[in-house]
């Protein structure tokens, strides 16, 4: 009897593990489709759904979050595709969130893929239908890539020919990877050029430093970045200088043509002293030659002679009767003249 | 009179088996509809048929798992798409092998021991003996094997399934690092009510033919103790034969309710 018990207990040991499996099988396939918990349905129109099916999944981000509930055909050209998603995920899908039908990989099953909409539109609700987005067909893909396939096709006979070219030291490249002294200088401007990065590292850092004190200190430069006033009274004597250049031009104007008739002065003046350096007319003759300087001289000299006996003469004369009372009355004038203006 | 085409190529026999077989299912219904109720050995029946068979099944669910995946894997990596090892032998193990398989397997075992042993019964006259005391033999005999390999084939399914896939796991660890949570995900993504109902409720269909084959080769076996090895016989053969039969059926109407 003890022995029969016990193989019932084993019994239902077995019959409870074999259900339970079942059961979780059953709630992991339901949780999968969505049977538990709260769902969200929406939809979607299509013009091709490309062979998608109820149960096929619903993704979010990549995630799973749904599964296809039903497909209609509304007319020629539309299907409706309705699909029911988990209720966790309404408030991040928004009413502007676009829907497309993808597949999981190249030979996985067909889905439908929802694309975050912006996050200024409000959320999804019940019977909301989404706005799709038809995926490139296969045949269309199959085409790019044709045309992609010529171009790369292209691409290298040209890669080809330049390679060739390359290999027999023909052009800028191939100089640049057989010419050892080009290395050699690319290596140096390198290095050059690490130096002056070197050097524009200090100078940016004096630089900063230099901007730092300006913004520390009260002095012009931090005026003209910072005061505004400054830069106010700077315009305004800009202004008065442009003033006062208006005004000073009819009198450079006017120094200009001074300085203009100076100058042909100058030229005039240079001309005659030319002239008299060479010796022409009376002045350039007195200059010059000599005999004419000394029958000057020897004129001059007659003519103080002759001054001096004429002042004799004159004395002498003083002294006749005749004009001595005429001269008596001019030193008597004289005199008056003198006394009288005191 | 000579013997026609018809009577010696057995067809005749074959139809007439066919007859016996509906009328003992017919039997099997009636009886089984009315008291008194066999419980007790109804469970001792569900004991030897379940319990007993466990062995056998989970061995031979594990050895599946791991066979299958092993096999399968070089072909899937040849694509590339080894990471649709997981979904690939769930739904093959769920829809179709597990359930064919493991009702094979308690096809050989149970159906031949059934056979066997109410053919021994009905060729040394107990179940003759039982009519004569007033026990109805049907109801205690067939009826509760019947009924016992109706519940437990489908119970040692789910369980002989449920240990292939975890063979399935072991490989798909060892050869691709694959974790258990990660492989039964991917098996779970991929099933559907479309695979689970169809394929447990045909294993009903399965236990029931196991049982009633079973029974029914043993019930009315004859000529002596070969008899009882020809019931026992005749049993599996054509209890795995009927069972092919109904998994096609099966298939048959799950494409026209789950659209698979």
């Known amino acids: 009897m003890a022995h029969k018990t016990e193989d019932t207990v084993k019994l239902g040991i077995f019959i409870t593990t074999a259900v339970a499996l079942f059961i979780v099988a059953v709630y992991f396939i339901g949780s999968e489709e969505n049977m538990f918990g709260a769902n969200l349905r929406v939809s979607s129109i299509f013009s091709n759904v490309n062979g998608l099916q109820p149960g096929n999944n619903v993704r979010y981000s990549g995630i799973n979050v749904g599964t296809v509930e039903r497909i209609v055909l509304l007319n020629d050209t539309t299907v409706q595709v309705h699909m029911k998603l988990d209720k966790n995920v309404q408030p991040f899908i928004k009413k502007d969130a676009v829907a497309s039908i993808g597949s999981d990989g190249l030979v996985g099953s067909m889905l439908v893929n929802i694309s975050p909409g912006k996050g200024t539109a409000g959320m999804v609700e019940e019977g909301d239908v989404m706005v799709s987005y038809s995926r490139v067909e296969t045949e269309e893909l199959l085409n790019t890539l044709g045309k992609t396939n010529e171009n790369i096709a292209l691409i290298s006979n040209d890669l080809l020919r330049i390679t060739n070219q390359m290999a027999k030291g023909k052009g800028a490249i191939a100089l640049l990877l057989r010419d050892t002294s080009l290395a050699a200088s690319l290596r140096q401007a390198v290095f050059n050029l690490e130096a002056t990065a070197g050097h524009l590292a200090v100078t940016g850092a004096e630089l900063q430093k230099l901007m730092a004190e300006v913004n520390g200190s009260s002095g012009l430069l931090h005026q003209l970045l910072h005061d505004t006033t400054v830069v106010a009274n700077l315009n305004s004597s800009i202004a008065r200088v442009d003033t006062l250049a208006a005004r000073a031009e009819p009198f450079i104007r006017e120094l200009q043509s001074s300085a203009e008739s100076l100058s042909a002065s100058g030229a005039t003046l240079e001309r005659l002293l030319e002239e008299l350096d060479r010796g022409r007319g009376p002045a350039g003759l007195l200059l010059k030659d000599s005999a004419a300087a000394e029958d000057i001289r020897q004129i001059l000299e007659n003519v103080e002679q002759s001054t001096a006996r004429f002042n004799e003469n004159m004395e002498a004369m003083r002294h006749n009767f005749l004009f001595r009372k005429y001269f008596k009355k001019k030193e008597k004038e004289k005199e008056e003249g003198g006394g009288g203006a005191p | ?260």
């Open chain 2, 1 to 260: 009179m000579p013997a026609t085409y018809y009577q010696r190529s057995g067809l005749r026999r074959y139809f007439q088996e066919t007859g016996e077989v509906w009328l003992f299912a017919r039997r099997f219904f009636k009886e089984a509809l009315h008291r008194p109720f066999e419980g007790k050995e109804l469970l001792r029946q569900c004991f030897i048929v379940g319990n007993q068979s466990l062995f056998l099944v989970g061995m031979t669910g594990l050895i599946m798992g791991l066979v299958l995946t092993l096999q399968t894997r070089p072909t899937m990596e040849d694509f590339g798409a080894e990471a649709y090892m997981p979904a690939m032998v769930g739904v093959s193990i769920i829809r179709e092998i597990g359930p064919v398989v493991i009702a094979l397997i308690c096809a050989g075992k149970i159906g031949s021991s059934i056979g066997a042993e109410l053919g021994s019964m009905k060729v040394t006259e107990q179940i003759a003996a039982m009519e004569v005391s007033g026990t109805n033999p049907f109801k205690y005999l067939v009826v509760t094997r019947i009924l016992a390999t109706t519940l437990m084939v489908p119970l040692l399914v789910i369980f002989g399934d449920a240990i292939a896939l975890f063979g399935s796991f072991l490989v798909e660890h060892m050869k691709g690092d694959v974790s258990f949570r990660l492989f039964f995900n991917k098996v779970f993504r991929q099933l559907g009510f479309g695979d689970l109902i169809p394929a447990t409720a045909k294993t009903f269909f399965f236990g029931f033919a196991i049982g009633l084959i079973g029974c029914f080769k043993g019930y009315t076996s004859k000529k002596g103790t070969a008899g009882v090895g020809r019931a026992a016989n005749t049993a599996v053969v054509v209890a795995s034969m009927l069972l092919f039969v109904l998994d096609f059926i099966a298939v048959l109407v799950a494409d026209i309710f789950f659209d698979l």
